[in-house]
């Protein structure tokens, strides 16, 4: 269970809660990969299994199991079980709009269409 805590720090409220600062950024590193922000936004249009990953961003399945490894350590991605089968989707609604910001904000930055 999550813990609940406050978003500022406790001792000064213009700071936010040392807890809160560490996740965001481990957040933001998971980020930081370009092939796993190519598997989020394959993921993002629909649920895929590792093979279909491979086959659309033409990696190899070792590459694509790491990425997915740290994208769930992250809590980005959630998988379910099929059989054999392991189908991967974006963790929820907050990952897309984050993911959706990111792009608005890179294409208005740099003036893309």
């Known amino acids: 269970m999550v813990e609940s805590i406050d978003?500022?720090?406790?001792?000064?409220?213009e700071i936010l809660n040392p807890k809160v600062e560490?996740?965001?950024?481990?957040?933001?590193?998971?980020f930081s990969s370009q092939t796993r922000i190519r598997i989020l936004f394959a993921l993002k249009r629909?649920?895929?299994t590792v093979s279909e990953i491979c086959d659309v961003l033409s990696?190899?399945?070792?590459a694509i199991s790491h990425q997915l490894r740290e994208l769930k350590l992250a809590r980005l991605v959630t998988y379910e079980k099929h059989g054999r089968e392991i189908i991967y989707e974006l963790d929820d609604h907050h990952v897309h709009e984050i993911f959706d910001l990111a792009i608005e904000h890179v294409k208005e930055l740099y003036k893309y269409d």
């Open 7 to 13: 978003n500022y720090d406790t001792n000064n409220n």
């Open 22 to 30: 560490r996740d965001v950024v481990e957040l933001f590193k998971a």
């Open 46 to 48: 629909k649920k895929l």
């Open 59 to 62: 990696m190899s399945q070792s």
